[in-house]
């Protein structure tokens, strides 16, 4: 079947099969931050933001997407001040998470969340092995502008 | 200093966190056939007879490959130096299955798809044996799991098949019972540790291709390419120089990535059919059929006087190697060494036990290697015999454990493999980690716990712990630097960024030593053909062995210039000096800019490329050191532990990045909480592995963690480059030892099995 989606502002359409999953469509368009870190919905590695919101693209069909509108880290606007905020903690090891945590701090941003504890909450499907987290968070609280 | 000790952003932050194709995955050609692997569902049994014919006729499939296609050499997967201290008892495909997930056949078609219907169509008749799963059962089982001749060790390692002992190993100092018989108090335990995961995002991923010369080139998330293309050239009888292995981007590694993994169905696909192959590798394979921590049984017994003078360390350890024998005697032997010299003024120590063969995933390399197991079992022991004696067990570590300037017999008797290298202590600054750490968390108020309501109570515990850096005589790396035109260098090396910054880190080196910003230095890491030898990342190496080498290929690079400058500036070079921008005439006036002098080397006068290398061997291997103290909160009516407070207080020598040792130490201390807490393994009765996702297995998120305090001691070590030592490992091992230590505090229940689960508590406790 042929779906068409909007991604990062490009349309594209692409023959997918049925059971074809968002993200190998999305790395099959070339969109490589998107990437798997497991096969069971659990690390958040693979989030990209769906009609604006953030979900795990490796537990969605790809049919699904029809129609609809994608970001992934390199069509986010935002992306980059963060990354900066994350390289200047040293937050980013081998960066296969990033992505994905980028994409939802920054949807945490845009809903106005500014306490860490909770952004701690809302991330705590974003998995990741190398930092220990600390790291991040020191970067998280200076983009969301957490307040003591 | 002007580039090392400052928070330099690491040299690939944007790439990879903004999305650039940088991985494996990402890199592979686009036309390469899907690999995938027909996997053993049983755990022990010999492959009768194997029919592929109807797999082979599903549209899309090019290859599929059995034992009887590929060489039959044993070879061992841990990626060490040669000749490996592993015995060599793996082959690309075997008749024989030895856990469930061992390869059974390689099969690579067009299409995903493709593949996968060809995988369930392969008919497979195996002869069923009964498996060895119990690694305490292991020794003289009635099964044999290498009953092949062809297995081998490369020298003696204590390898003996045909009773499942991989390797084993022993040593004394002094008479254990003599000196038993003098102490006055006297500690016996049993101590178990678990076969953690790695976990490293990226899953394993290998890809290949035939270049335009007919040489196999493999792409690979690999931490040691040169030990790859080794291995891989001895696993097909193709020679080295035909081999080439490239290390892109890596996501994660852990030690699980110091092996061959993929790397050989890929090039058995590329050389057979002549096309490109990739084998990403699925969670769950990473799960069931690539490294895991090697299991340990530690039996230590403690003697001491009645004032707390250590007088005996006796420990006893039994390691299981699962199917293969990869890294079984060396995290063995690291187990001892970079555990008994922290206390080094006792009289008697013995070190000694097995490595065993079992039906279960393979065990190798894994941050700690060893340490971390014995840490716990060693660590946990002293803290029962500080309650024997009625001493702070703070007060008891600080009586006997090692100072600057001392050393141990350990250090030349136990290597990696070997023997190892004397060395006396110059850098050990554990008594400030000590200091430091009781007030960061609190020690004096908090000791031993506070009730904090009818049900829950905290309690605060601590572990000291070492490691090394590099394995000394062994570990070797080496690096060249070539000026390019415009004044900015290439800096080429074999250590391998496993994403900890190692190559920011070599670049600050090298810039500090030429003066010059780290901008100028364009690192390029990690390709047989084009970076210089070296052993690869792993045992704590990167920033001490490679990081020498950068240093010496810098100071040469140095004298290059000057050396060309002078020419260029007609002085005599001992009146010429570098700046880091211009080569200036001592006491006069004339000068050019290094710019001027490249350009003009290139194109005009003198001409010449610039290039210096040098290989670094280290001759000893200092440890850091670390101080550990966990705060948690048990709830004793559910036996629920809560991690309020981890400190770190570590000795590294100078950091040379302090923002991406930091994050090494934290990263490290939350890996080992996991292990302390929540990482268990577990297997059904056939020995199929159960936590074989992220849904099973259970590592820390960020809402397990608690706050993690880090903080660094300044101390200098002199062999290091630039006063450092090693930072990758050591954050790992004190937290098994230190949560336990706190729990027993907390609630007088003292938990000898990791990981340390709500349940175990709970039954101790009543
Ligand atoms: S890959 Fe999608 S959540 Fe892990
Ligand atoms: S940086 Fe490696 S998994 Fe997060």
């Given at each position: 079947?042929?779906?068409?989606?909007?991604?990062n502002?490009?349309?594209?359409e692409?023959?997918i099969?049925?059971h074809?999953?968002?993200?190998?469509?999305?790395r099959?368009l070339?969109?490589?931050?998107v990437r798997?870190?497991?096969?069971t919905?659990?690390?958040?590695?693979?989030?990209?933001?769906?009609?604006?919101k953030?979900?795990?693209?490796?537990s969605?069909?790809?049919?699904?997407?029809?129609?609809?509108?994608i970001?992934?880290?390199?069509?986010?606007?935002d992306?980059?001040?963060?990354?900066?905020?994350?390289?200047?903690?040293?937050?980013d090891?081998?960066g296969?998470?990033?992505?994905?945590?980028i994409?939802?701090?920054?949807?945490?941003?845009?809903?106005?969340?500014?306490d860490?504890?909770?952004?701690?909450?809302?991330l705590i499907?974003?998995?990741?092995?190398?930092t220990?987290?600390?790291?991040?968070?020191?970067?998280?609280?200076k983009?969301?502008?957490?307040?003591? | 200093?002007k580039?090392?000790?400052?928070n330099?952003?690491?040299?690939?932050?944007?790439?990879?966190?903004?999305?650039?194709?940088v991985?494996?995955?990402?890199?592979?050609?686009?036309?390469?056939?899907?690999?995938?692997?027909?996997?053993?569902?049983?755990?022990?049994?010999?492959?009768?007879?194997?029919?592929?014919?109807?797999?082979?006729?599903?549209e899309?499939?090019?290859?599929?490959?059995?034992?009887?296609?590929?060489?039959?050499?044993?070879?061992?997967r841990?990626g060490?130096?040669?000749?490996e201290?592993?015995?060599?008892?793996?082959?690309?495909?075997?008749?024989y299955?030895?856990?469930?997930?061992?390869?059974?056949?390689?099969?690579?078609?067009?299409?995903?798809?493709?593949?996968?219907?060809?995988l369930k169509k392969?008919k497979v008749?195996?002869?069923?044996f009964?498996?060895?799963?119990?690694?305490?059962?292991?020794?003289e089982?009635s099964?044999?799991i290498?009953?092949?001749?062809?297995?081998?060790?490369?020298?003696?390692i204590g390898?003996?098949?045909?009773?499942?002992?991989?390797?084993?190993y022993?040593m004394?100092?002094?008479?254990?019972?003599?000196?038993?018989?003098?102490?006055e108090?006297?500690?016996?335990?049993?101590?178990?540790?678990?076969a953690?995961?790695h976990?490293a995002?990226?899953?394993h991923?290998?890809?290949?291709y035939?270049d335009?010369?007919?040489?196999?080139?493999?792409i690979?998330?690999?931490?040691?390419p040169?030990?790859?293309?080794?291995?891989?050239?001895?696993?097909?009888?193709?020679?080295?120089?035909?081999?080439?292995?490239?290390?892109?981007?890596i996501?994660?590694?852990?030690?699980g990535?110091?092996?061959?993994?993929?790397?050989?169905?890929?090039?058995?696909?590329?050389?057979?059919?002549?096309?490109?192959?990739?084998?990403i590798?699925t969670?769950?394979?990473v799960?069931e059929?690539?490294?895991?921590r090697?299991?340990?049984?530690?039996?230590?017994?403690?003697?001491?006087?009645k004032?707390?003078?250590?007088?005996?360390?006796?420990?006893?350890?039994l390691?299981?190697?699962?199917?293969?024998?990869?890294?079984?005697?060396?995290?063995?032997?690291?187990?001892?060494s970079?555990?008994?010299?922290l206390?080094?003024?006792?009289n008697?120590?013995?070190?000694?036990?097995?490595?065993?063969?079992?039906?279960t995933?393979?065990?190798?390399?894994?941050?700690?290697?060893?340490?971390i197991?014995?840490?716990?079992?060693?660590?946990?022991?002293?803290?029962?015999?500080?309650?024997?004696?009625g001493?702070?067990?703070?007060?008891l570590?600080?009586k006997?454990?090692m100072n600057?300037?001392?050393?141990?017999?350990?250090?030349?008797?136990?290597?990696?493999?070997?023997?190892?290298?004397e060395?006396?202590?110059?850098?050990?600054?554990?008594?400030?980690?000590?200091e430091?750490?009781?007030?960061?968390i609190g020690?004096?108020?908090?000791?031993?716990r506070?009730?904090?309501s009818?049900t829950?109570v905290?309690?605060?515990?601590?572990a000291?712990?070492?490691?090394?850096?590099?394995i000394?005589n062994?570990?070797?790396?080496s690096?060249?630097?070539?000026?390019?035109d415009d004044?900015?260098?290439?800096?080429?090396i074999?250590?391998?960024?496993?994403g900890?910054?190692?190559?920011?880190?070599?670049a600050q080196?090298?810039?500090?030593?030429?003066?010059?910003?780290t901008e100028?230095?364009?690192?390029?890491?990690s390709d047989?053909?084009?970076?210089?030898?070296d052993?690869?990342?792993?045992?704590?190496?990167?920033?001490y062995?490679?990081?020498?080498?950068?240093?010496?290929?810098a100071?040469?690079?140095?004298?290059?210039?000057?050396?060309?400058?002078?020419?260029?500036?007609?002085?005599?070079e001992?009146?010429?000096?570098?700046?880091?921008?211009?080569?200036?005439?001592?006491?006069?006036?004339?000068?050019?800019s290094?710019?001027?002098?490249a350009?003009?080397?290139?194109?005009?006068e003198?001409?010449?490329?610039l290039?210096?290398?040098?290989s670094?061997?280290?001759?000893?291997?200092?440890?850091?050191y670390?101080?550990?103290?966990?705060?948690v909160?048990v709830d004793?009516?559910t036996?629920k532990?809560?991690?309020?407070?981890?400190v770190?207080?570590?000795?590294?020598?100078?950091?040379?990045?302090?923002?991406?040792?930091?994050?090494q130490?934290?990263?490290?201390?939350?890996?080992?909480?996991?292990?302390?807490?929540?990482?268990?393994?577990k297997?059904?009765?056939?020995?199929?592995?159960?936590?074989n996702?992220?849904?099973?297995?259970?590592?820390p998120?960020?809402?397990?963690i608690?706050?993690?305090?880090?903080?660094?001691v300044?101390?200098?070590?002199?062999?290091?480059?630039?006063?450092?030592?090693?930072?990758?490992?050591?954050?790992i091992?004190?937290?098994?030892?230190?949560i336990?230590?706190?729990i027993?505090?907390a609630?007088?229940?003292?938990i000898?099995?990791?990981?340390i689960?709500?349940?175990?508590?709970?039954?101790?406790?009543?």
């Amino acid at each position: 079947m042929r779906i068409k989606l909007k991604v990062n502002n490009k349309t594209e359409e692409i023959d997918i099969e049925p059971h074809e999953i968002l993200l190998d469509v999305l790395r099959k368009l070339g969109y490589y931050s998107v990437r798997r870190g497991c096969d069971t919905g659990m690390c958040g590695i693979c989030t990209v933001l769906f009609d604006g919101k953030p979900i795990p693209s490796c537990s969605v069909f790809a049919a699904r997407a029809d129609g609809h509108e994608i970001t992934t880290v390199e069509g986010l606007e935002d992306a980059k001040a963060f990354a900066k905020l994350l390289s200047e903690e040293g937050a980013d090891q081998c960066g296969y998470c990033s992505p994905g945590l980028i994409l939802n701090t920054v949807y945490l941003k845009k809903i106005g969340v500014k306490d860490l504890n909770k952004a701690k909450i809302k991330l705590i499907g974003n998995l990741c092995r190398c930092t220990g987290y600390e790291s991040q968070h020191r970067a998280i609280t200076k983009f969301l502008g957490v307040t003591k | 200093m002007k580039e090392v000790t400052k928070n330099i952003i690491k040299k690939d932050a944007f790439g990879l966190m903004l999305g650039k194709p940088v991985y494996t995955n990402d890199l592979a050609p686009k036309d390469s056939l899907i690999v995938k692997i027909l996997r053993s569902p049983h755990a022990f049994a010999k492959i009768k007879h194997i029919d592929i014919s109807e797999a082979e006729k599903i549209e899309g499939i090019e290859c599929i490959l059995t034992y009887k296609d590929v060489p039959k050499n044993p070879i061992t997967r841990a990626g060490q130096g040669h000749p490996e201290p592993s015995p060599h008892d793996w082959y690309i495909l075997d008749e024989y299955v030895r856990y469930v997930g061992d390869e059974v056949a390689i099969v690579a078609g067009k299409n995903e798809n493709a593949v996968t219907k060809a995988l369930k169509k392969i008919k497979v008749e195996y002869e069923i044996f009964e498996p060895v799963l119990d690694f305490e059962k292991a020794e003289e089982h009635s099964s044999i799991i290498h009953p092949e001749k062809e297995a081998h060790s490369m020298f003696e390692i204590g390898f003996n098949a045909p009773k499942n002992i991989a390797a084993s190993y022993e040593m004394q100092i002094g008479d254990i019972e003599e000196e038993l018989k003098k102490c006055e108090v006297v500690v016996k335990e049993r101590f178990y540790t678990q076969a953690q995961a790695h976990v490293a995002f990226e899953p394993h991923s290998a890809t290949s291709y035939i270049d335009m010369h007919g040489r196999l080139v493999i792409i690979s998330s690999t931490q040691v390419p040169f030990h790859v293309r080794r291995i891989i050239s001895e696993a097909f009888d193709i020679p080295i120089r035909n081999i080439r292995v490239i290390k892109p981007r890596i996501g994660g590694g852990f030690g699980g990535k110091q092996a061959v993994h993929g790397e050989p169905f890929v090039a058995a696909v590329t050389l057979k059919t002549g096309k490109p192959a990739k084998l990403i590798y699925t969670r769950q394979e990473v799960f069931e059929s690539t490294y895991r921590r090697h299991c340990m049984r530690f039996d230590v017994t403690l003697g001491a006087t009645k004032d707390g003078k250590l007088k005996v360390i006796d420990m006893e350890g039994l390691s299981d190697t699962g199917a293969y024998g990869e890294h079984a005697l060396t995290t063995f032997m690291v187990a001892g060494s970079k555990t008994l010299p922290l206390y080094n003024k006792v009289n008697a120590v013995r070190f000694k036990g097995k490595v065993v063969y079992t039906n279960t995933v393979p065990a190798g390399a894994y941050r700690g290697y060893g340490a971390i197991q014995a840490n716990f079992a060693l660590e946990s022991a002293l803290d029962i015999l500080s309650q024997k004696l009625g001493i702070d067990p703070v007060e008891l570590r600080k009586k006997n454990m090692m100072n600057e300037g001392e050393t141990s017999p350990i250090f030349k008797i136990m290597g990696e493999g070997r023997e190892g290298a004397e060395m006396i202590i110059k850098s050990c600054k554990l008594n400030e980690c000590i200091e430091e750490g009781m007030k960061l968390i609190g020690w004096k108020e908090k000791y031993p716990r506070i009730k904090v309501s009818e049900t829950k109570v905290r309690g605060v515990g601590m572990a000291i712990a070492m490691q090394g850096s590099g394995i000394a005589n062994i570990d070797m790396a080496s690096a060249i630097l070539k000026l390019n035109d415009d004044g900015s260098f290439n800096l080429l090396i074999g250590a391998t960024d496993l994403g900890t910054g190692s190559d920011t880190i070599l670049a600050q080196m090298a810039a500090e030593i030429l003066n010059v910003s780290t901008e100028n230095i364009i690192v390029y890491s990690s390709d047989t053909d084009l970076t210089p030898f070296d052993t690869g990342a792993y045992a704590s190496s990167t920033t001490y062995v490679s990081g020498h080498a950068v240093q010496l290929a810098a100071e040469k690079m140095k004298k290059l210039i000057i050396k060309e400058g002078a020419k260029k500036l007609e002085i005599p070079e001992e009146k010429a000096d570098f700046d880091g921008e211009f080569i200036y005439e001592k006491d006069g006036n004339k000068r050019v800019s290094l710019k001027e002098l490249a350009t003009v080397l290139y194109y005009t006068e003198n001409q010449k490329q610039l290039v210096a290398d040098a290989s670094y061997v280290g001759k000893e291997s200092p440890p850091p050191y670390m101080a550990g103290f966990a705060e948690v909160e048990v709830d004793i009516e559910t036996g629920k532990v809560k991690l309020i407070n981890y400190v770190g207080v570590v000795d590294c020598g100078v950091t040379i990045n302090p923002n991406l040792a930091k994050v090494q130490i934290e990263g490290g201390i939350v890996q080992g909480i996991g292990m302390a807490l929540f990482e268990d393994v577990k297997y059904t009765q056939n020995g199929k592995l159960l936590t074989n996702n992220l849904m099973n297995y259970k590592i820390p998120s960020r809402m397990d963690i608690g706050n993690i305090i880090v903080k660094f001691v300044e101390s200098y070590e002199p062999s290091g480059p630039f006063g450092a030592k090693s930072v990758g490992e050591i954050g790992i091992d004190t937290p098994p030892a230190a949560i336990a230590n706190a729990i027993y505090n907390a609630v007088g229940v003292r938990i000898t099995q990791l990981p340390i689960t709500p349940e175990k508590i709970l039954n101790a406790i009543k």
